[in-house]
């Protein structure tokens, strides 16, 4: 068992590394975009550090202070419940702890926490912030769930190892062939998890500066900042896993995250941003409608 | 027989008088015609051999009720709109 | 049988003042025709051709009185009903008088605030 | 043992000794005229005795004049005759009394003669034995109550008096003519004598028709549907108590006689008659009186309803057909619905006697301004709508299961009518309770002793039927309903209530003890005694304010629901049922919202008559007995759960009156009272639907939970009053059980089992903090809070924690719950619900997040500045509530180890298919889920991530709450801060079409169209005499057209 | 229209009623319980009226019932009429000579006569209530007559009330001796034919007879009275 917790540990630290890494590169591909040159590929890092070394930080009280470490623990807790390679010993984390049902749940906790701290920081633009992002993901939450429930049932499991077992064999065994619509439905909907450019009204910088951390400084931000890379990284490998057949070695691993990590970035530089009854009216047609082919499949078949 | 045939008149009067009494717009003229009404019934109520409801019908009937009609108009008015 | 027809007749001719006419005395008037009716009614159905007076006061109707006198029972309900009559009428001349006391007019229409 | 003779007699006498003594001495003529009162009551009270104590078996027939029955005139007195003569002095001595304390009508000699000779008729038309005498007694009634209805001062009373009278005299010339025709065809006079005996010539249609003659002149007299005109002029026109003495007794002698003729003159169709006429006076009068202004002559349709209701039961009571052990039922169903009603409307008819003013209206305010009419008005209104523990319900319960199975749509016509008479008495009950204490008239005496006898005869009327009607009623659960009404005693102060109510409800469950065992009964038991305490507790602080019949009332609610669980048959169910329904309701008209409570009674009371016709259609009354034939008793059975849930189409009435009632009421409500809905359902779905039989059905019950569990939470979201949210949410979390208990597996019922308990946890709780919170805030409008975390941390941590475990976050309990019902939805493969069921979570977590913002955080409000945090016992229960949270969040098999035991004691059912590994926690055929090492790797890494934080951070320096990066200016003050209104607004714009109040739209339209309907009904009263006599003339001839056969 | 629907539903009303008495054919002997009172008539009360004897003996009750009624109406119409406001419609004219001279021989005659009536009610047809009637219409004979003829209302209402006692008297003393309410072997009946016969009969007879003509005249003054008002 303190195996286990160890060699998670070392997953996390590497998780957080490659998600800095890949946002450091998604800030230089959007400034090749914009023809400039932009950060360097470690900038990231560099930010971290600049904020971690910071002497005097501004707190607004109790829910605030603890906020960051709601956002670490809870990225961090659904980053381990992913398994990255299923049955290897050192890289499956801990996806003994729960299921797909209790890694959709475990998600929001991290969200929950960083809103209750932004709400308290008295200010305005935290809570709104907050709300749209709310909204947003009862948008997305919708065509995401119809993909799950597809999959859950097609493959009569709840866990993401029985996932990936039903994927194996070939890539044609990839639930992103064999239920095309239902891995459309979800990669749209991760877009709105990224929030990305068409549905980057929750954080909108120009608008409400950067949303509901607009409070937040110095150390407070630095576990923000990480909190929110490996948040990323978890929904990464969980697309990986469900979608693509997940990984049999780390290698192939990073390969993949990779990929599903280039989708929201084509996508985030070309768009402009949606109000946010746009985004939802969005999330709930045309994604939802996409799912729902796949699920009457699902049902008529069974 | 005569009798018989007399009687006929005196039950078709009673229903001539009663239907004038309806029709009337005097109410005291309807009064007195429902008076009269009773008073032939009493009258055929002998030829039904039923003698006391004869008197009773006579005193009452006709008697009573047209006074205490009479003193009722008095108190309201004669004649129907 | 004319006295039945007769007596019916009499009947409907009251009912018909109290179900047409819109003057309440008339109405009244109709009642007390009604009862009329109905005691002659109620007089032939005791009548027996050819008998007298439920009256003994001759030696000879002593014997066998039940083939010589008229039913007697239905006169002395018609002897009740007559006085029935007679007070029903009273008591509805006394509210007659009183609604006229109040409203001054004996028209029914005047007298239509309770309804639905 | 009295003659029946000297009654009447000794009343007649000193009629006529009060006729000269007016004259001269007042005084003794008032003493004779009471003595002669008490003398009659005592006399026909001895001879009903005699036949009570069975000294007396068959009825006595008295002769007078020396000479035998056929020859000479005989009094008939049995049973119901001697019944009906107390009943009759009974309601004359009360309708004296309050005529001598309101001071008699001048002159008062006269008047005490007609109100005697009155009751003598009435007396004289039940005992007399002769057809032409009881003509005599009818017009002595008659006579005298002219004279009386054209005496009193009221404005209409002339005008009443000549349309009964004119009407009267039609009606007494029909039973007149057919007496004698009688005689012509009989040669007898004498009741006893004429039964079945024809003299040569007469054929038996001839005397049909001469029945139906003297029976369409009775009709009259009862006020039947087409031609009651006269009777509502009378009741709105007359003096009550001459009203009340009409409808309370002398109605009544003319229903006895009613049943005597037809007794007495068989007729083959007289079974149809009775109830095409019974049924239509009692469905007319029950929705004719919707649209009513006037109150007197709304108590005037209810009574002609009663007295249909009555001629209905009549019609079964003569129907040689049935069994003759339902028909002995139905003659007690009679007697109790007489003694009921009579009472009843006695004293409704005082008390509007009372109040000045005769419309609706008037009565604003009546029931907050004097204890005793409030207590005579509610126990009347109770007994008259048929609601248990009254007389008036075991009338009908013993009514509608004496009626044999062809005939089930009596029985829906009688379900329907009652409930449209809780509709229009609980409108006027509503208005009664509205604005400021208005003093009603000072002479309550009558009012009160009448509805007192209605309430003293309950334990009685309890023993003798429950026994009958195999309603087991649970011994110790009616011993504790009795002490929690002794509580009232302590009305004084509310402290020392409290305290005694603290006290009964520990005795209560030491008594109950034994009953707690891990059945689905002993799981609901734990869940009502052990909530229902910790809630009591919640209850101090603003006590002061609230009425003294609030303890009472909800330990009532408590025991009562202890009694529904603790029941074995489904009408011993139903009884304390409706007991928690009906002091439910009363909590909730104590709250400011009058109109939530009476769209919760209506919503209840058509659930409950469902219910009851439910069982009526079940086979057997045991519960788990018998193969319960198609769905109609089980869906019947669950509309009445289904409401108290306030599922989808159902729940309109749900956010008022949890918003609206008392805060200290509300948490019970809500937390405990919903889920006696789930224990209804669960006994519907496991005995009789079947666990596993029917799915269609409990398809369809899946979609009614989830799309609830939809509906509702949107709505919880724009909602900005947070009682009304929390409303919104607590039916929404109900939406899931059901979806649970639909499902019918194993893990399913689990899950809904597990989501029940934890319901109550995380909403009693929010409840309680929000009742805190109000309390010290003084509004429950969320755009007005804002800060308080500052002033209230440890409301905020439990909120924060309700809110979690609500949200179904994984560390905490709320969790488990989840994880089960998708699991078990899974399995069952129900693909579309699961859909909706994930989003209608994720919608959740907005308005747990709006709950949080508005009331803890943001900026606080100047107003705020020096608010406490929530006093001692509400915290103290906030604690209490607390750690079973995290507990059961650690530790779930704490919960599911004795649901599993619950589900094994289950017909149908097994223990959830789980196996608890030590490193995989709970494993499932589809996944698993470690509770411990989720709560131990959150608290763990939690933790090291603060020591980290605390050890490497920088110096924190805390600011006040104005200090935010504001581009530069300063801000003024926290009121521009604070983003309190409108929170999702933008997300209205996307999803608004979604909650437009259709159901709302639909429910009021229902309304209106009956309304518009009995508007147009009641349109044929045209008030004119000439329409009255036609109407009277018309229905003769229908009647003796279709029921003689006569072509 | 009302008219035509009125009588549309008095010809069907009537119809039934005549379909009713076409089954008693006129005038033919159909007994029932009324043989045993003709037989037996005279052997049990010797009253030779046997109407009367019907009335007051066998269905004395009736009777008891009627005087309640009469009572009652009186009751009843001096209540209402005491709050009534009834002002008189048209002037009262002198009464012309004749019709005094005639009104004051004749009162006393009228009462007599109709003291013979209820005297004898048990032998001649006639009874209490026509006796009554009789002695109201003297009353009524001298109040058209005379302005200032008033009858002692309190005399005559007290009087009223002892009669109807008198009557209940009877019949509760036919309760203590003879049995049952309203018996009639109190006192000896007497021979078929003779004054002084039919037991109880005369006895109530004559009570109801004072009693109708006092309740009549107090009617008559109360429904008159309101006149004098003026």
């Known amino acids: 068992m303190w195996s286990k917790i160890f060699y998670a540990f070392l997953t996390l630290l590497g998780g957080i590394a490659y998600g800095l890494l890949l946002g450091g590169i998604s800030r230089k591909i959007t400034a090749r975009m914009q023809n400039r040159r932009g950060p360097t590929v470690w900038q990231n890092f560099i930010d971290l550090w600049k904020l971690f070394r910071k002497k005097t930080a501004v707190s607004h009280g109790v829910m605030f202070y603890?906020?960051?470490?709601?956002?670490?623990?809870?990225?961090?807790?659904?980053?381990?419940?992913?398994?990255?390679?299923?049955?290897?010993?050192?890289?499956?984390?801990?996806?003994?702890?729960?299921?797909?049902?209790?890694?959709?749940?475990?998600?929001?906790?991290?969200?929950?926490?960083?809103?209750?701290?932004?709400?308290?920081?008295?200010?305005?633009?935290?809570?709104?912030?907050?709300?749209?992002?709310?909204?947003?993901?009862?948008?997305?939450?919708?065509?995401?769930?119809?993909?799950?429930?597809?999959?859950?049932?097609?493959?009569?499991?709840?866990?993401?190892?029985?996932?990936?077992?039903?994927?194996?064999?070939?890539?044609?065994?990839?639930?992103?062939?064999?239920?095309?619509?239902?891995?459309?439905?979800?990669?749209?909907?991760?877009l709105g998890m990224m929030t990305s450019y068409p549905f980057q009204v929750v954080l909108a910088p120009q608008e409400i500066a950067v949303g509901p951390p607009t409070e937040y400084s110095s150390t407070f931000l630095s576990y923000m900042f990480s909190g929110r890379s490996v948040f990323a990284m978890a929904k990464y490998l969980l697309f990986m896993d469900l979608f693509l057949g997940g990984a049999g070695s780390l290698l192939e691993a990073f390969a993949k995250t990779f990929l599903v990590f280039l989708w929201p970035l084509f996508i985030t530089n070309v768009f402009p941003r949606f109000r946010l009854e746009q985004s939802v009216r969005f999330f709930w047609t045309w994604p939802t409608f996409i799912g729902l082919v796949d699920l009457l499949r699902i049902s008529l078949m069974r | 027989m005569i009798l018989e045939y007399f009687m006929l008149f005196l039950l078709f009067l009673m229903l001539a008088l009663a239907i004038f009494a309806v029709e009337t717009k005097d109410l005291l003229a309807s009064v007195v015609a429902a008076g009269f009404v009773s008073l032939v019934a009493s009258i055929v109520y002998l030829y039904l051999q039923a003698p006391d409801v004869a008197m009773t019908e006579a005193a009452i009937g006709a008697g009573l009720t047209t006074l205490i009609f009479i003193i009722a108009i008095r108190k309201t008015e004669r004649y129907e709109k | 049988m004319a006295f039945f027809v007769a007596s019916i007749l009499l009947i409907l001719i009251g009912l018909y003042a109290v179900l047409v006419k819109r003057n309440i005395m008339k109405i009244v008037i109709g009642l007390s025709l009604m009862d009329t009716g109905v005691n002659v009614l109620i007089i032939s159905l005791g009548f027996i051709r050819g008998r007298t007076a439920p009256i003994v006061n001759v030696k000879d109707l002593l014997v066998n009185t039940s083939s010589k006198v008229v039913d007697p029972l239905p006169q002395a309900l018609v002897l009740t009903a007559i006085v029935i009559g007679v007070a029903v009428t009273a008591v509805a001349l006394s509210i007659v008088m009183l609604m006229y006391s109040k409203k001054n007019t004996l028209e029914i229409d005047e007298y239509k605030e309770l309804k639905w | 043992m009295v003659n029946p003779i000297v009654i009447i007699g000794i009343t007649l006498a000193s009629a006529f000794f009060i006729g000269i003594l007016q004259a001269y001495a007042k005084v003794w003529a008032r003493v004779i005229f009471i003595l002669t009162l008490v003398f009659d009551l005592l006399a026909s009270g001895i001879v009903f005795y005699g036949f009570l104590s069975g000294e007396l078996a068959r009825p006595i027939s008295v002769k007078i004049g020396g000479f035998p029955p056929p020859i000479g005139i005989n009094l008939l007195v049995g049973k119901a005759e001697a019944a009906m003569a107390v009943l009759i002095f009974s309601v004359a001595f009360l309708g004296a009394i309050h005529w001598f304390v309101k001071g008699l009508p001048q002159p008062e000699g006269k008047a005490m003669v007609l109100f005697l000779l009155l009751s003598l008729g009435a007396t004289g038309i039940t005992f007399t034995g002769d057809f032409f005498n009881l003509f005599v007694f009818i017009e002595i009634t008659s006579i005298a109550a002219y004279g009386l209805v054209a005496s009193s001062r009221t404005k209409g009373a002339l005008e009443a008096a000549f349309k009964y009278m004119v009407v009267g005299s039609i009606s007494s010339t029909f039973i007149l003519l057919g007496v004698v025709f009688l005689y012509k065809a009989t040669g007898s006079l004498n009741m006893m004598d004429i039964a079945g005996k024809l003299l040569g010539g007469i054929s038996s249609a001839v005397l049909a028709l001469i029945t139906l003659l003297i029976l369409s002149g009775l009709l009259v007299e009862l006020e039947v549907f087409p031609i009651n005109g006269w009777a509502l002029d009378v009741y709105q026109g007359a003096d009550p108590v001459v009203v009340a003495l009409l409808a309370g007794a002398a109605v009544k002698a003319f229903y006895l006689v009613f049943l005597k003729t037809a007794g007495f003159l068989p007729l083959s169709s007289f079974f149809s008659l009775a109830l095409i006429f019974g049924g239509s006076t009692y469905l007319a009068g029950q929705f004719f009186a919707w649209r009513q202004r006037d109150v007197r002559r709304l108590f005037g349709y209810s009574s002609v309803a009663q007295l249909g209701l009555l001629i209905l039961a009549a019609g079964f009571f003569l129907n040689s057909a049935l069994a003759s052990q339902s028909r002995l039922m139905i003659g007690a169903a009679i007697v109790l619905l007489i003694f009921n009603h009579s009472f009843a409307k006695t004293s409704l008819f005082l008390l509007a006697d009372n109040v000045k003013g005769s419309n609706v209206e008037d009565w604003a305010g009546t029931l907050r301004g004097n204890p005793l009419f409030a207590f005579s008005f509610t126990s009347s209104v109770f007994s008259i709508a048929g609601i248990p523990p009254m007389a008036g319900f075991w009338a009908k319960v013993l009514l509608i299961f004496a009626i044999p199975r062809q005939y089930s749509w009596a029985v829906a016509l009688i379900l329907i009518g009652a409930l449209a008479e809780v509709v229009y008495y609980f409108h006027l009950y509503r208005v009664a309770s509205q604005g400021e204490g208005k003093e009603a008239g000072g002479n309550l005496f009558s009012p009160f002793v009448s509805s007192l006898l209605l309430v003293v005869s309950v334990p009685m009327v309890w023993g003798i039927f429950s026994r009958k009607l195999s309603i087991p009623l649970n011994g110790q659960v009616l011993l504790l309903l009795g002490i929690s009404l002794g509580i009232y005693l302590l009305g004084f102060s509310r402290p020392l209530q409290w305290l005694g109510s603290l006290a009964t409800l520990g005795y209560g469950i030491y008594v109950l003890l034994p009953h707690f065992k891990p059945d689905l009964s002993g799981?609901?038991?734990?869940?009502?005694?052990?909530?229902?305490?910790?809630?009591?507790?919640?209850?101090?602080?603003?006590?002061?304010?609230?009425?003294?019949?609030?303890?009472?009332?909800?330990?009532?609610?408590?025991?009562?629901?202890?009694?529904?669980?603790?029941?074995?048959?489904?009408?011993?169910?139903?009884?304390?049922?409706?007991?928690?329904?009906?002091?439910?309701?009363?909590?909730?008209?104590?709250?400011?919202?009058?109109?939530?409570?009476?769209?919760?009674?209506?919503?209840?009371?058509?659930?409950?008559?469902?219910?009851?016709?439910?069982?009526?259609?079940?086979?057997?009354?045991?519960?788990?007995?018998?193969?319960?034939?198609?769905?109609?008793?089980?869906?019947?059975?669950?509309?009445?759960?289904?409401?108290?849930?306030?599922?989808?189409?159902?729940?309109?009435?749900?956010?008022?009156?949890?918003?609206?009632?008392?805060?200290?009421?509300?948490?019970?409500?809500?937390?405990?009272?919903?889920?006696?809905?789930?224990?209804?359902?669960?006994?519907?779905?496991?005995?009789?639907?079947?666990?596993?039989?029917n799915p269609v059905f409990r398809y369809f019950l899946g979609w009614l939970g989830v799309l609830t569990a939809f509906f509702m939470t949107l709505l919880a979201v724009f909602q900005d009053d947070l009682k009304k949210l929390l409303a919104y949410s607590s039916v929404a979390q109900v939406g899931y059980i059901l979806l649970g208990v639909a499902l019918g597996t194993p893990l399913g019922w689990s899950a809904s089992l597990y989501h029940t308990v934890n319901h109550f946890f995380f909403k009693a709780l929010l409840f309680v903090a929000a009742a805190g919170i109000i309390y010290r805030v003084g509004t429950s409008y969320l755009p007005q809070m804002g800060g308080l975390i500052r002033r209230m941390p440890l409301t905020f941590f439990a909120t924060l924690l309700a809110i979690i475990s609500l949200a179904g976050i994984p560390p905490l309990s709320g969790f488990a719950g989840k994880w089960l019902l998708y699991s078990a939805l899974i399995e069952k493969g129900w693909i579309f619900i699961t859909v909706v069921a994930f989003l209608a979570s994720t919608l959740a977590f907005l308005y747990c997040f709006k709950i949080l913002h508005s009331v803890f955080l943001g900026q606080l409000q100047e107003e705020n500045f020096n608010v406490k945090e929530v006093p001692l016992t509400v915290a103290l229960v906030e604690v209490l509530l607390l750690l079973p949270l995290i507990i059961l969040g650690a530790f779930p098999r704490l919960l599911l180890d004795p649901i599993d035991k619950v589900l094994s004691s289950l017909p149908g059912l097994s223990p959830a298919p789980i196996h608890y590994g030590r490193v995989m926690g709970a494993v499932t055929k589809l996944g698993h889920w470690n509770a411990l090492f989720l709560m131990v790797f959150f608290a763990g890494s939690f933790l090291i991530a603060l020591v980290f934080f605390a050890i490497t951070s920088a110096r924190i320096r805390k600011v006040g709450q104005l200090d935010v990066g504001y581009s530069g200016e300063v801000p003024r003050s926290a009121e521009d801060l604070h983003f309190g209104y409108g929170l999702y607004e933008h997300f209205r714009k996307a999803v608004g079409w979604l909650i437009y109040p259709l159901v709302t739209k639909v429910w009021k339209g229902i309304y209106e169209g009956i309304n518009a309907l009995a508007e147009m009904g009641r349109r044929i009263y045209t008030g004119d005499v000439n329409t009255y006599a036609a109407y009277v003339i018309a229905l003769s001839i229908i009647i003796l057209y279709i029921f003689s056969g006569v072509k | 229209m009302r008219k035509w629907l009125a009588l549309a539903f008095l010809i069907l009303l009537g119809f039934f009623l005549a379909k009713i008495t076409s089954a008693f054919p006129f005038g033919v002997e159909s007994w029932g319980v009324s043989k045993h009172y003709v037989d037996k008539g005279i052997e049990e009360n010797r009253g030779s009226n046997l109407v009367t004897s019907i009335v007051v003996n066998y269905r004395g009750f009736d009777t008891l019932g009627e005087v309640t009624v009469l009572f009652l109406a009186a009751t009843a119409l001096a209540f209402l009429l005491a709050t009534c406001r009834c002002r008189r419609r048209y002037e009262r004219w002198e009464a012309s000579l004749i019709v005094k001279a005639a009104s004051e021989t004749l009162y006393p005659l009228l009462i007599l006569f109709g003291a013979y009536i209820f005297i004898h009610g048990h032998l001649t047809p006639g009874g209490g209530f026509q006796g009554g009637t009789v002695i109201a219409s003297a009353v009524m004979l001298m109040l058209l007559a005379h302005f200032t003829f008033h009858p002692n209302h309190k005399a005559l209402s007290t009087l009223e009330g002892l009669a109807g006692m008198s009557f209940v008297l009877i019949g509760f003393a036919g309760l203590i001796w003879g049995g049952s309410f309203l018996a009639n072997n109190i006192i000896p009946l007497g021979q078929w034919n003779r004054l002084f016969s039919a037991g109880v009969i005369p006895l109530i007879y004559v009570a109801v007879g004072f009693k109708v003509g006092f309740e009549l005249s107090g009617l008559i003054t109360d429904m008159m009275k309101t006149i004098k008002e003026e």
């Open chain 4, 523 to 693: 799981f609901f038991l734990a869940l009502v005694l052990f909530g229902g305490g910790a809630l009591l507790i919640a209850t101090y602080p603003g006590s002061k304010k609230l009425p003294s019949t609030f303890y009472p009332a909800y330990l009532v609610v408590v025991f009562s629901m202890a009694g529904v669980v603790l029941s074995s048959t489904w009408l011993s169910l139903f009884v304390f049922w409706e007991v928690m329904t009906w002091s439910s309701f009363l909590l909730i008209n104590m709250g400011e919202g009058k109109k939530a409570a009476w769209l919760y009674a209506i919503f209840s009371a058509a659930g409950a008559y469902a219910m009851l016709g439910g069982i009526y259609l079940l086979p057997s009354l045991r519960i788990g007995v018998g193969k319960v034939p198609g769905l109609l008793p089980a869906v019947l059975i669950s509309l009445a759960f289904l409401v108290k849930m306030a599922t989808a189409p159902l729940h309109i009435w749900a956010r008022d009156a949890y918003g609206e009632s008392a805060h200290q009421f509300t948490p019970l409500l809500s937390g405990i009272m919903s889920k006696m809905g789930v224990f209804g359902t669960a006994l519907v779905v496991v005995y009789i639907l079947g666990v596993s039989s």
């Open chain 1, 66 to 190: 603890l906020a960051p470490m709601f956002r670490l623990v809870g990225g961090a807790g659904t980053f381990l419940l992913v398994p990255i390679v299923i049955d290897s010993p050192y890289l499956s984390n801990f996806s003994f702890g729960g299921d797909l049902i209790v890694i959709m749940y475990f998600m929001v906790l991290g969200c929950l926490g960083m809103a209750l701290g932004a709400a308290e920081s008295g200010h305005p633009h935290a809570p709104i912030g907050v709300t749209r992002g709310l909204s947003q993901m009862a948008g997305y939450e919708l065509p995401f769930v119809i993909s799950v429930v597809v999959l859950m049932i097609a493959d009569k499991t709840a866990t993401v190892e029985g996932i990936v077992r039903a994927q194996q064999g070939g890539i044609l065994h990839w639930h992103l062939f064999t239920h095309p619509f239902a891995a459309a439905a979800a990669f749209i909907s991760l």
